[in-house]
């Protein structure tokens, strides 16, 4: 599983491990599904309440699904966490759509 992190800002190292562990304890259990996520931070500069930070989370599953999440928090390690609460959600979901319908790649058990 590949975890890219990207931002227009310069990258704090501390942010950049705490993103990469964060992603990596959250979806352990569906670990072998993903192959590729993209974690992006932005600012949101006019936002007349507290929460202006925003994270995008997008995610290739190894049946070449694509799922996008993005959501708006105080900060971004709060953005993160309710994005990635998300995200396993709409995992769970299409490994339990693949499952019933018998769709799963037979090349993601290998």
């Known amino acids: 599983m590949n975890v890219i992190l990207e931002t227009k800002e310069v990258v704090e190292p501390e942010l950049k491990t705490f993103t990469e562990n964060r992603v990596k304890f959250s979806l352990k259990r569906l670990f072998w599904m993903v ?5 992006r ?3 949101i500069p006019q936002s007349k309440t507290a929460c202006n930070q925003n994270c995008q989370i997008s995610l290739e599953t190894f049946d070449h699904q694509q799922i996008e999440v993005s959501i708006t928090a105080r900060d971004k390690h709060t953005a ?3 994005g990635l609460k998300k995200i396993y959600k709409h995992v769970q979901k299409a490994f339990h759509k693949s ?3 018998g769709r799963m790649s037979k090349h993601v058990y290998v």
């Open 35 to 39: 192959r590729k996520i993209k974690v």
């Open 41 to 43: 931070y932005s600012l």
């Open 80 to 82: 993160l966490n309710m």
């Open 99 to 101: 499952q019933k319908y």
